[in-house]
Every structure is written in structure tokens, then in C-alpha cells.
């Protein structure tokens, strides 16, 4: 089946630094990726959805200056959380879409821990 | 609007009960994807099951089923004989053409199997 890789799975940084996690689709080229965000026993919250060659579209809520994606290539999304705080430390999941039929596929998530 | 309720936070079960995890959802697209995942503590989520709106016909995976009802709009899984490895977070989710492929994800289901 479709393969979606995330690296780093685990990343510890100092506040104040920036952290990029990518998302890559291995075997199929994704038009559209998906950046969700789950707190320690929650849900997945959609950040903002990722077209090629197009700026991200942004949910309610999540500061696009903040959260910087870009999706340069159909098969590589990339998340930059800029000026990390502790409060950005959280599990973060990329998801692509491989053709029409509905399903996502899922990366295996990137913790981050901003200390 | 979506909406995918999972009303179920935490569920406790001994090792070989059967357990049923409830899923209902709102849409009023004609055309939808209901989804199953499982999210081990590793955090990865595994892909289930996925079944379409125009698909009524219960499944059945080893010791896994789905029960899904238009009628009622629900779309349940059942665990016969658990495990203690089935224990993890289990959310079901909804998405659609009209949704441009977006998940909505129900607020997960924690089961515990005990030993």
C-alpha cells in the first residue's frame, strides 16, 4: 500500500529555535497533503491543508506565520514551527491523499518537544 | 457539517471479553468514507478499515467486525476475543469528494485491555 515517511519522529529543541518536519510520500505523488496536530490524549486537529505549488490553507485558529508549510514537490510537504515555545511541544501527523479514493494515508508522527 | 462522536473515552476490558467501540456521524453528502484507526502508544496511526456510503455490508477481519447502519448513522467495531495488544486509542473518522478529501476524526476511544 501507500507509504507516507515523517522525519524526525522525535525532536528536542530549545525555545526560541525553529523545527522543520518533513512529509513524504514514497510511492505515489500526493497533490495534497494534510498537517494535523494532537495534544497528549486528544483528538487529531487539522493545522492546514497542503497544495502543490500553492499556498497551505489554514485553519481557524493556527497561525500561519507561525507554522510555515510548504509544499514545493508531489511528494514532499515540509513544516517549519518557527520561534518554538514549550507550548508548540505536541504530536504532530502529516497525511496525503493518493488519488480519488478518499483514503488518507498517514505518516508516523513527529513529537516535538520544546524545552 | 461533518461531525464524527465517539462517545466512549475510555473503555476497560478483561483480556478475551468482547468489546464494541461506537462510532456516529453526521453528514449530508450522499457520498462518504467512514474510516477505523488504531494509534498504538507509539503514536503511528494503523489503518483499519475504510468502507463508502453505499456500502451497507457489515465486515469482518479475524477478530475484528464492523457493524455500519445508515438508519441510525453509526458505524461500530466490535473486538471479539481481545487482547492485551488491541489496547490503544482507536478513532473512527469521516471524509468525502466534498470534503476535498479532509478527515474529520471522532475524539477517540482509549481501550485498555487487562491481563
Known amino acids: 500500500g501507500a507509504v507516507v515517511s515523517q522525519h524526525p519522529s522525535w525532536v528536542i529543541c530549545k525555545s526560541g529555535t525553529s523545527v522543520k518536519i518533513e512529509c513524504r510520500s514514497l510511492?505515489?505523488?500526493?497533490?495534497?497533503m494534510f498537517w494535523y496536530r494532537q495534544f497528549p490524549k486528544q483528538s487529531l486537529m487539522l493545522m492546514a491543508t497542503?497544495?502543490?505549488?500553492?499556498?497551505?490553507?489554514?485553519e481557524q485558529g493556527v497561525e500561519k506565520d507561525k507554522f510555515l508549510i510548504n509544499h514545493a514537490s508531489l511528494t514532499l510537504s515540509t513544516l517549519t514551527v518557527t520561534s518554538a515555545h514549550p507550548e508548540d511541544s505536541s504530536f504532530y501527523i502529516c497525511?496525503?491523499?493518493?488519488?480519488?479514493?478518499?483514503?488518507?494515508?498517514f505518516g508516523e508522527g513527529s513529537r516535538l518537544t520544546v524545552l | 457539517a461533518q461531525k464524527v462522536t465517539q462517545a466512549q473515552t475510555e473503555i476497560s476490558v478483561v483480556e478475551k471479553e468482547d468489546v464494541t467501540l461506537d462510532c456516529v456521524y453526521e453528514t449530508r453528502d450522499t457520498t462518504y468514507y467512514l474510516f477505523w484507526y488504531k494509534q498504538p502508544p507509539s503514536g503511528e496511526l494503523v489503518f483499519l478499515i475504510r468502507r463508502n456510503s453505499f456500502d451497507e455490508q457489515n465486515e469482518i477481519s479475524g477478530r475484528y467486525s464492523w457493524n455500519f447502519q445508515k438508519s441510525t448513522s453509526s458505524f461500530n467495531f466490535t473486538i471479539t476475543a481481545s487482547q492485551v495488544v488491541d489496547s490503544a486509542v482507536y478513532f473512527c473518522a469521516l471524509s468525502g469528494p466534498n470534503t476535498g478529501n479532509q478527515f474529520y476524526f471522532g475524539t477517540g476511544t482509549s481501550l485498555t485491555v487487562i491481563p
Open positions: 497525511s496525503a491523499a493518493a488519488g480519488v479514493t478518499g483514503e488518507l494515508f
Open positions: 510511492d505515489f505523488q500526493a497533490t495534497t
Open positions: 497542503s497544495n502543490e505549488g500553492s499556498k497551505a490553507t489554514y
